[in-house]
C-alpha cells in the first residue's frame, strides 16, 4: 500500500478555471504536508505546506487538510497555462528524526488549455 | 532560489563503474538528502544527513553510500553503478531553524548506466 497517494491525471481544466488536486495518506501520524509544483526537467519547488486542519491560503493557492480524513488538497483558483505542470505531494511522518524526511506521492500531471 | 548546486548535471556511465554526484549548499543548513525520481515512482530518499559525519540510510540506500566531511558539501557515491540506478538525482536541503521541514531541492543530476 502506498503511503501518499495522488490522482496520476492527467488533469485537464480551462484557463480561468478551479483546478483541485488530491492527496490521500496512510501515515496518521503524519505532522506536516507540502505541495510541490515540477515542470517539465525542472526540480520540484516549494509551493506551501500546511500542518493544521482546515484550509490555508496564498494568492491563487489554498492547501485544504483534513487530518481525520487523512486528506490534503489544492486549489489553483484562476488557472493559467503556466500552471500546467506535475504536483506532488509530500508528507513528513511523526516524530522528530522525520525532519525534512517526506514521503512522496507520484503527482498529478495538471494541463491548463487556453 | 536555495543556493543548491549539484554537479554533474549530466552524466553517462557504463554498468560497474563507480560514480560520485556532488551536492554543494551556501546555506549553511545542517540537514541535507539525496533522492532519485523515476517514472511510476515518484521521488524516493536514498540517503540524508543532519549533520558532519552524521548520515543516514533512507528508503532505497541499497547500491548508494554517503559522505559528508563538511557542512556544505554532501556527496553520493554508486561504489558500482548498475542499469537500475540510471535516474534523476536531487539534492535537497531542509528549511532553517524555524521550518517545518520543507525541502528545497538543486538542479538535479540525470545519470544514465549503460
Known amino acids: 500500500q502506498k503511503e501518499v497517494e495522488q490522482n496520476s491525471g492527467p488533469l485537464s481544466v480551462p484557463e480561468g478555471a478551479i483546478a483541485s488536486l488530491n492527496c490521500t495518506y496512510s501515515d496518521r501520524g503524519s505532522q506536516s504536508f507540502f505541495w510541490y509544483r515540477q515542470y517539465s526537467g525542472k526540480s520540484p519547488e516549494l509551493i506551501m505546506f500546511i500542518y493544521s486542519n482546515g484550509d490555508k491560503e496564498d494568492g491563487r493557492f489554498t492547501a485544504q487538510l483534513n487530518k481525520a480524513s487523512q486528506y490534503v488538497s489544492l486549489l489553483i483558483r484562476d488557472s493559467q497555462p503556466s500552471d500546467s505542470a506535475t504536483y506532488l505531494c509530500?508528507?513528513?511522518?511523526?516524530?522528530?528524526?522525520?525532519?525534512?524526511?517526506?514521503?512522496f506521492g507520484q503527482g498529478t500531471i495538471l494541463t491548463v488549455h487556453p | 532560489d536555495a543556493g543548491i548546486t549539484q554537479s554533474p548535471r549530466h552524466k553517462v556511465t557504463e554498468t560497474g563503474t563507480p560514480v560520485t554526484l556532488r551536492c554543494h549548499q551556501t546555506e549553511n543548513h545542517r540537514y541535507m538528502y539525496w533522492y532519485r525520481q523515476d517514472p511510476g515512482h515518484g521521488l524516493r530518499l536514498i540517503h540524508y544527513?543532519?549533520?558532519?559525519?552524521?548520515?543516514d540510510k533512507g528508503e532505497v540506500s541499497d547500491g548508494y553510500s554517503v559522505s559528508r566531511s563538511k557542512t556544505e558539501d554532501f556527496l553520493l557515491t554508486l561504489e558500482s553503478a548498475t542499469s537500475s540506478q540510471t535516474s534523476v538525482y536531487f539534492c535537497?536541503?531542509?528549511?532553517?531553524?524555524?521550518?517545518?521541514?520543507?525541502?528545497?531541492f538543486g538542479e538535479g543530476s540525470r545519470l544514465t548506466v549503460l
Open positions: 544527513s543532519y549533520g558532519v559525519k552524521d548520515t
Open positions: 535537497a536541503i531542509s528549511g532553517g531553524p524555524q521550518g517545518t521541514g520543507e525541502l528545497f
Open positions: 509530500a508528507v513528513r511522518g511523526a516524530g522528530g528524526t522525520s525532519y525534512g524526511k517526506l514521503t
